[in-house]
């Protein structure tokens, strides 16, 4: 079973920083995570579920622009976990943030609550 867990979200005030982790495991990454391309994803409140970053299994990274300068993606295959460290965190930051592989598979975590107040 595929198994994606995010941690690290929490209520910051505008400006603040947070890091994300996302921890995988199950038998479809295995020993092949490292190929896979990973991303962040996030779902904020009255929106539709976006990408912000991703990575590949070779460490190239991809942002939305709206991220671009603020969020760094990064990856440690041998742990088979993704980071999202978040800087400069604007009220329109907030969502539920979500792992999951780059295009997405049916298996989601719970996701990780990011709240930034003004």
């Known amino acids: 079973q595929v198994q994606l867990v995010e941690s690290g979200g929490g209520l910051v005030q505008a400006g603040g920083s947070l890091r994300l982790s996302c921890a995988a495991s199950?038998?479809?990454?295995?020993?092949?995570?490292?190929?896979?391309?990973m991303g962040w994803y996030r779902q904020g409140p009255g929106k539709q579920r976006e990408l912000v970053a991703s990575?590949?299994?070779?460490?190239?990274?991809n942002y939305a622009d709206s991220v671009k300068g603020r969020f760094t993606i990064s990856r440690d295959n041998a742990k088979k976990m993704v980071y999202l460290q978040m800087n400069s965190l604007k009220p329109e930051d907030t969502g539920v943030y979500y792992c999951?592989?780059?295009?997405?598979?049916?298996?989601w975590g719970q996701g990780t609550q990011v709240t930034v107040s003004s």
């Open positions: 999951n592989s780059v295009p997405a598979s049916d298996y």
């Open positions: 990575i590949t299994g070779g460490g190239n990274t």
């Open positions: 199950g038998s479809i990454f295995g020993s092949i995570f490292r190929i896979y391309t």
